[in-house]
């Protein structure tokens, strides 16, 4: 019978029904379903909750006198809810759920649940409270979180208005609202450092290695709860045992493992053994630092027999320079120095590779290394050469040029002024894009909107000499070279094109120098000054389109003003 009314009351709140209609609605169906003296009473018992509103008397706290339910009437009584809304916080605050008989439905009995989901408590979608429920919580049944134990909102608690064994109101965010910490506040609150909602094992975020003992060679195959062990915790009778995991002593070694050597050489045992195992060991049977030579950087990898071999006692080793046991790679080129090409100023024991001659050294040589320079890795100058020696880094040059090291992409056209300023003359070394030519030097100074012009749209590229190049010799220096005479050859004389600087300027085409009095076989006077340039210079049209006639041009009156005679009497 319940899931029956469930389905009425489905129907009952489609879109479109009007909240009297709807209570009418209600009533009929109860009428219908209860005996007649009843229904003449009420639609049907209120949930054992509300039985204080029973009686027609009281129908006016919930409904409208059209028998409508208003949520604010609701709102009355739940004061909780009512706060919540107010400050827009909380599922109730959202205008899907304005209207509370949506999801609260009474006259269903004393018994019946006043919290009606759609489909079922499980079809609720739980993200919109703020809390998605992922992985083990999607597992859960809705009472096994929202118990009054897990309740932990000062205000839900204390709320006389509210069961805290059916609200589903109160609960924190957090993961210690509702799991005991396990770890007794040896680690940091929130849980989802280490843990997610997949289950607490495997600790998919904690790495070891952010530790203060990170895990390396034999330490990473150790189970966990050898070095961190159960202890009792006396505070909590239900759970008494725990896992240490901080503080955990590891320095010494020693306070993990025994000292097999019983003291005899020291309590460093990383001087002479490594975490890949016991059996690897940096020195053969003593700490090698107490020697005139401790083993650093790549060193400490060698084996004892590759520097001692079945050397005796006698003989002992030559270690006062590099050279005594790795050689000169160089072959002498750098013997001149100061420091007669000791391997310390370019090299560290940590390897050859990369080298600790940094730019700060290179800046005190012959060619200190500037702009888009920096950026070239040291192989790009100093590569491999080969000869009768072997091969070797390059490291001395006979010369330091542009074009010792850069071709030329300008196809020899620019040689007669690299012989005089070199590449400089024009680029920079932090960048070849980067130009600081003086075009004033050229017999076409840039002037004007010729400043704004790119470099290319006059030099355009060409392919000479195999090599993508721009045009710099024998470039055109008149207008009509790189713009189109748009007044039809109007201007040209004698089959020579028409000079556009007699009336423009370069700043702007429309910056005239044109003068009508001295430029023109007619001079403006009188009226004639007030007259548009259009008036008299009308658009024409040939196959290449539209232009403006400027001559010739007939410059008699009667060509403009036609044969009729002058009214004296309008002046």
Sequence with gaps: MAGFKIKIFEFLLKPGRSCGRRFFSVLAFSLAILSPLQAQISPGELHRSHAFLEGVGNC???????????????????????????????????????????????????????????????????????????GKHAQLNCRQCHIPRLIRNPSIKQAKDLSLESTFLGLEGTCGGCHFDEHRGQLARDCRTCHNEAGWRPAVGFNHAGAAFPLLGKHQAVLCQKC??????????????????????????????????????????????????????????????????????????????KCHGTRSAASPLKFATCRDCHGDFHQGVFTARPGQGACEECHSVEGFRPSTFLLEQHAQTDYP?????????????????????????????????????HKDPHGGQVDKLVSVAGCQGCHIVNGWRE????????????????????????HSEREEFNVASLKFQK????????????????????????DCANCHKTDSWKNMSFDHESDSRFILEGAHLRVACNRCHLAETDDAGSFTRYRPLDIRCESCHGNKPINQGSG
């Excluded at 955990?248 to 050489?265: I, M, N």
């Excluded at 207008?479 to 094109?497: L, M, V």
Aim: proline content about 3%.
């Design 228 to 305: 961190h062990v159960l202890e009792k915790d006396s505070a909590h009778s239900a759970d008494r045992e725990f896992r240490r995991y901080k503080p955990v002593e590891f320095r010494p070694c020693s306070a993990c493992h025994a000292d097999v050597h019983k003291g005899r050489l020291g309590a460093n045992c990383q001087g002479c053994h490594i975490p890949d195992g016991w059996q690897t060991v940096k020195t053969a049977e003593f700490n090698h630092d107490q020697t005139r030579f401790p083993l650093r950087g790549l060193h400490a990898k060698v084996t004892c027999e």
């Design 369 to 405: 290394l500037k702009g888009a320079h920096l950026a070239i890795p040291c192989q790009g100058c100093h590569r491999i050469t080969s000869s009768t020696s072997g091969s070797q880094y390059r490291f001395v040059f006979k010369s330091t040029t542009c074009r010792d090291c």
């Design 475 to 498: 470039q055109e220096k008149s207008c009509h070279s790189c713009h189109k005479d748009i007044h039809r050859g109007q201007f040209a004389r004698e089959n020579t094109a028409a």
């Design 60 to 134: 006016d706290k919930c409904h409208s006198p059209q028998g409508d339910q208003l949520s604010d009437k609701c709102l009355t009584c739940h004061e909780t809810i009512s706060g919540q809304r107010k400050s827009g916080r909380g599922l109730h605050a959202m205008k899907e759920y304005a209207e509370c008989f949506r999801c609260h439905v009474e006259h269903q009995g004393r018994d019946f649940d006043l919290i009606y989901f759609k489909g079922g408590q499980k079809a609720f979608e739980h993200g919109q409270t703020g809390f998605r429920l992922d």
């Design 435 to 458: 130009i600081r030519f003086d075009h004033a030097t050229t017999k076409f100074p840039l002037e004007g909107r010729h400043r704004d012009v790119l470099c290319r749209a006059c």
